[in-house]
């Protein structure tokens, strides 16, 4: 069982930019610890010897058949494309200016 | 003790984070265009945006780009590679994240070599998108502004880092590599490499020891140099202070520092210790990339002529010096000039020597590259072999040059049209120098006693009187005949 401590969910608020209360830190705590034990199902699968630095092996491997390896890397031609305009592309802003979006002052 | 007493018991070292723009068409994940310039936001897509849903798809050029600029480090090319996310926050990055690599780095291990023969060990060059620019209204920079405006032209542009060791010892050694970079990145016309316009940016880490020392001093991150010039400057000034707290007995701390140009000295940013933690994790939304060897080796095939090679060639298939053919590397223009002229000629080092002496001279006044002018190689080529032959003066040709880069057309039909053929006949140039001797009795009568510099004033009024027209060959020979009679 992985639980999550107080200090980490701070911590993650902290990069996240989000204030927490005290309440919801401890929310969290019992939230986020619920998702990683789901994750942790995963290291029980019957993985063998799969070296996971060699990520080849591991698509290869019988545990997720539908991908091949190679020649699947989905490329993209290099050729410039514009399909919307400046203004269907920021019709969400809720401020621009002179094109550019608007954020309040950053320090 | 003096300070240079006290800054010699230190030894710098220094490794660079360099960043090259690549020249691709479209972005790294975003068909919008990759240029600059433009109106704000005009070049962006879906993808640039951040706009929920929006897919990222790696653009096969950048690939290739950055594989040609691995080849021409001397690194490995990874067969296995793929993009990460690093998350932070900050206005002109729109995911909250960049994506760039972190465990399986397109480029492993290559290695510089600088004119000194130290070896700069690359670790790593990776492919990475740039952020957007932020501009700050109401004031010069974010300080006290009351906003700022985000535009995402640049957001998405594909990036090659390249990640040195901490080889380098001085700050000329690192101005050099960033020229050698710069210089290779140019031949494989991937980039640009103009610093000024932020084609190529580099970040430097630099930390002082006592000589001796096998541990490295704590290190300062030092950003924001955009000129060869203020890459030393910075290096120096914050070389200076590390040495001035480990004097006092402080302790250097390790942090990110912002080179202040009008300053001239470099500024902590005072970011917060866990802004660093980047939280790096595999970018679900790209699938891993794997790289044939026969793509690497097709981009082998086709990798351009590198400095280094071009160098040993002008030295070895045209008999230039050493020093000639490493001008005409450094600056890649004239090289190509001159490779383009010797199909014309065969007067190599009078080429080189006009390409690196006046012509050089009047692009530098002009503030124009050679390709702007209307100098052809094949026009060049005439020159030099005219030269060759001594129908044209070095006085002369600085006359032509001028109008050649101007207007452009071949020497030969400039002489005509401007009236600047050589002055060749004996009989003519006699009674100008006979003229010149019967003017200046005093000089005669002090060369005549053993002042023999004055043979030169001679040869200078008649080349004056001849608006330097006449042959300077004849020219000598007819004023010693006259000043000896």
Same mark, same amino acid.
């Given at each position: 069982?992985?639980?999550?401590?107080?200090?980490?969910?701070?911590?993650?608020?902290?990069?996240?930019?989000?204030?927490?209360?005290? &309440?919801?830190?401890?929310?969290? $705590?019992?939230?986020?610890?619920?998702? +990683?034990?789901?994750?942790? *199902?995963?290291? !029980?699968? =019957?993985?063998?010897?799969?070296?996971?630095?060699?990520?080849?092996?591991?698509?290869?491997?019988?545990?997720?058949?539908?991908?091949?390896?190679? &020649?699947?890397?989905?490329?993209? $031609?290099?050729?410039?494309?514009?399909? +919307?305009?400046?203004?269907? *592309?920021?019709? !969400?802003? =809720?401020?621009?200016?002179?094109?550019?979006?608007?954020?309040?002052?950053?320090? | 003790?003096?300070?240079?007493?006290?800054?010699?018991?230190?030894?710098?070292?220094?490794?660079?984070?360099?960043?090259?723009?690549?020249?691709?068409?479209?972005?790294?994940?975003?068909?919008?265009?990759?240029?600059?310039?433009?109106?704000?936001?005009?070049?962006?897509?879906?993808?640039?945006?951040?706009?929920?849903?929006?897919?990222?798809?790696?653009?096969?050029?950048?690939?290739?780009?950055?594989?040609?600029?691995?080849?021409?480090?001397?690194?490995?090319?990874?067969?296995?590679?793929?993009?990460?996310?690093?998350?932070?926050?900050?206005?002109?990055?729109?995911?909250?994240?960049?994506?760039?690599?972190?465990?399986?780095?397109?480029?492993?291990?290559?290695?510089?070599?600088?004119?000194?023969?130290?070896?700069?060990?690359?670790?790593?060059?990776?492919?990475?998108?740039?952020?957007?620019?932020?501009?700050?209204?109401?004031?010069?920079?974010?300080?006290?502004?009351?906003?700022?405006?985000?535009?995402?032209?640049?957001?998405?542009?594909?990036?090659?880092?390249?990640?040195?060791?901490?080889?380098?010892?001085?700050?000329?050694?690192?101005?050099?590599?960033?020229?050698?970079?710069?210089?290779?990145?140019?031949?494989?016309?991937?980039?640009?490499?103009?610093?000024?316009?932020?084609?190529?940016?580099?970040?430097?880490?630099?930390?002082?020891?006592?000589?001796?020392?096998?541990?490295?001093?704590?290190?300062?991150?030092?950003?924001?140099?955009?000129?060869?010039?203020?890459?030393?400057?910075?290096?120096?000034?914050?070389?200076?202070?590390?040495?001035?707290?480990?004097?006092?007995?402080?302790?250097?701390?390790?942090?990110?520092?912002?080179?202040?140009?009008?300053?001239?000295?470099?500024?902590?940013?005072?970011?917060?210790?866990?802004?660093?933690?980047?939280?790096?994790?595999?970018?679900?939304?790209?699938?891993?990339?794997?790289?044939?060897?026969?793509?690497?080796?097709?981009?082998?095939?086709?990798?351009?002529?590198?400095?280094?090679?071009?160098?040993?060639?002008?030295?070895?298939?045209?008999?230039?010096?050493?020093?000639?053919?490493?001008?005409?590397?450094?600056?890649?223009?004239?090289?190509?000039?001159?490779?383009?002229?010797?199909?014309?000629?065969?007067?190599?080092?009078?080429?080189?020597?006009?390409?690196?002496?006046?012509?050089?001279?009047?692009?530098?006044?002009?503030?124009?590259?050679?390709?702007?002018?209307?100098?052809?190689?094949?026009?060049?080529?005439?020159?030099?072999?005219?030269?060759?032959?001594?129908?044209?003066?070095?006085?002369?040709?600085?006359?032509?040059?001028?109008?050649?880069?101007?207007?452009?057309?071949?020497?030969?039909?400039?002489?005509?049209?401007?009236?600047?053929?050589?002055?060749?006949?004996?009989?003519?140039?006699?009674?100008?120098?006979?003229?010149?001797?019967?003017?200046?009795?005093?000089?005669?009568?002090?060369?005549?006693?053993?002042?023999?510099?004055?043979?030169?004033?001679?040869?200078?009024?008649?080349?004056?009187?001849?608006?330097?027209?006449?042959?300077?060959?004849?020219?000598?020979?007819?004023?010693?005949?006259?000043?000896?009679?």
């Amino acid at each position: 069982m992985m639980n999550i401590d107080a200090e980490t969910v701070k911590k993650v608020a902290t990069l996240s930019s989000l204030a927490l209360s005290d &309440d919801e830190v401890q929310q969290y $705590q019992g939230e986020l610890s619920k998702v +990683l034990n789901f994750v942790e *199902l995963l290291n !029980n699968l =019957p993985l063998g010897d799969i070296d996971v630095s060699s990520p080849a092996d591991v698509v290869a491997s019988p545990v997720t058949p539908t991908i091949s390896a190679k &020649d699947k890397t989905p490329f993209r $031609q290099d050729v410039a494309e514009m399909p +919307l305009s400046r203004e269907a *592309l920021m019709s !969400n802003a =809720p401020e621009t200016e002179d094109g550019a979006y608007v954020v309040p002052n950053i320090l | 003790m003096n300070t240079v007493a006290i800054e010699s018991k230190y030894e710098v070292v220094l490794g660079l984070e360099v960043h090259v723009q690549l020249n691709t068409a479209s972005k790294l994940f975003s068909t919008a265009a990759n240029q600059f310039g433009s109106e704000p936001n005009q070049n962006t897509a879906v993808v640039c945006h951040a706009l929920p849903g929006a897919l990222p798809v790696l653009n096969a050029q950048a690939v290739e780009s950055a594989i040609r600029v691995g080849l021409g480090l001397g690194c490995e090319i990874a067969r296995y590679t793929k993009f990460d996310r690093k998350q932070y926050f900050y206005p002109d990055l729109p995911k909250a994240y960049q994506i760039s690599q972190f465990d399986f780095p397109i480029c492993g291990v290559g290695e510089i070599t600088l004119s000194n023969g130290r070896k700069v060990r690359i670790l790593r060059a990776h492919l990475e998108e740039d952020a957007g620019k932020l501009v700050h209204v109401g004031a010069a920079g974010l300080d006290g502004s009351t906003h700022s405006l985000v535009d995402f032209n640049r957001a998405g542009s594909p990036l090659v880092e390249i990640v040195s060791e901490p080889d380098m010892r001085s700050k000329e050694e690192a101005k050099e590599y960033m020229m050698m970079i710069r210089n290779i990145v140019r031949y494989l016309g991937v980039c640009d490499g103009n610093l000024e316009e932020g084609s190529m940016r580099c970040d430097a880490n630099v930390s002082v020891r006592p000589w001796g020392q096998a541990e490295y001093g704590t290190k300062a991150e030092i950003k924001n140099m955009n000129s060869f010039r203020s890459i030393e400057r910075a290096i120096e000034s914050e070389v200076k202070r590390q040495i001035a707290i480990v004097e006092s007995g402080g302790k250097v701390i390790q942090e990110s520092r912002l080179w202040n140009e009008a300053k001239g000295e470099t500024v902590s940013m005072r970011s917060k210790e866990e802004a660093h933690d980047y939280r790096y994790f595999p970018d679900p939304d790209i699938a891993p990339v794997h790289i044939e060897e026969s793509w690497i080796e097709a981009i082998r095939a086709t990798q351009p002529e590198l400095p280094h090679e071009r160098e040993a060639r002008l030295v070895k298939d045209f008999g230039l010096s050493e020093y000639d053919a490493s001008v005409l590397t450094e600056f890649k223009e004239l090289g190509d000039y001159f490779l383009s002229a010797t199909a014309f000629s065969r007067e190599y080092k009078i080429l080189s020597n006009y390409l690196q002496g006046d012509i050089t001279g009047i692009l530098k006044n002009e503030k124009k590259a050679i390709d702007e002018t209307a100098l052809t190689p094949e026009a060049l080529a005439e020159l030099a072999n005219l030269t060759a032959q001594k129908d044209v003066s070095s006085a002369i040709a600085k006359k032509l040059l001028p109008v050649m880069l101007e207007k452009g057309g071949l020497p030969s039909a400039l002489i005509e049209s401007l009236g600047l053929k050589q002055l060749d006949n004996v009989d003519e140039l006699k009674v100008i120098i006979a003229g010149i001797v019967a003017q200046n009795p005093d000089n005669v009568a002090a060369y005549k006693s053993g002042k023999d510099k004055l043979f030169g004033f001679f040869v200078g009024q008649t080349m004056k009187a001849t608006q330097g027209r006449a042959n300077p060959e004849t020219v000598n020979t007819l004023v010693k005949e006259a000043l000896d009679a």
